[in-house]
């Protein structure tokens, strides 16, 4: 079985050798790869499109990876719980390193776990969890004197603003080891002249986690 990429004047084959007495295991690559000379000598729309087809292949070889992945023949119900406690257990492992570590080197601590980027369909099912299940995000709105909850699109803003001047996020962080009502206290009474501040916590009261104090700067 051949497969051909690249443009119409320069194409390019590549040759995929199954013979029904190996298993899918033993399929190899019988192509050697392009060579630097004959890339640097294709123009800028041909490398471009080739970028495109190898991209649109490894998508394609993903999504043949996770039909055939165990965890995907599970039932919703069963795989969710295992995301869900996957997540708690991420959560709970960052703040508690954020206890020996000064503020400067402390991770994003509420960033989305690592595992989510390994599979599209697992981002998908999980994002919207994580946003919502494991991490609830509360603004202070000054002017209503109120809290109110933040939708998963106005955290994803939140997250990844960055200053104009200074290309940096504006999102500050910081764990507080105190409760809910001492949490919301601290934030309400807080003289700082930041244009927006809140806390995020976990979602389910029995999950025994620092919450996170926020504000914009």
Not at 29 to 50: C, G, K, M, Q, Y
Request: aromatic share 6%; with cysteine; glycine share 4%.
């Amino acid at each position: 079985m051949a497969l051909v990429l690249g443009t119409k004047n320069t194409p390019w084959q590549l040759d995929l050798h199954d013979d029904e007495s190996r298993s899918d295991s033993d399929m190899s690559l019988a192509s050697e790869p392009l060579s630097d000379t004959v890339l640097a000598h294709l123009p800028p729309s041909s490398l471009e499109e080739l970028k495109s087809q190898l991209e649109a292949m490894r998508q394609q070889i993903l999504r043949i990876q996770n039909r055939t992945s165990p965890l995907f023949h599970l039932p919703g119900e069963i795989r969710n719980r295992i995301f869900l406690l996957a997540m708690h257990g991420e959560l709970y492992h960052r703040l508690q390193n954020s206890r020996t570590v000064g503020p400067s080197r402390r991770p994003c601590i509420l960033r989305m776990p690592a595992f989510l980027e390994t599979s599209r369909q697992i981002r998908a099912e999980c994002a919207e969890v994580w946003l919502a299940e494991v991490v609830v995000w509360e603004e202070y709105d000054k002017v209503k004197q109120a809290w109110c909850s933040l939708a998963a699109e106005e955290i994803r803003v939140l997250c990844t603003a960055k200053s104009r001047t200074t290309g940096r996020k504006t999102l500050i962080i910081e764990p507080v080891y105190c409760s809910v009502t001492k949490s919301r206290e601290a934030v309400q009474t807080s003289g700082s002249v930041c244009p927006r501040k809140g806390m995020a916590r976990a979602a389910h009261a029995d999950v025994e986690i620092p919450h996170i104090r926020w504000w914009i700067w």
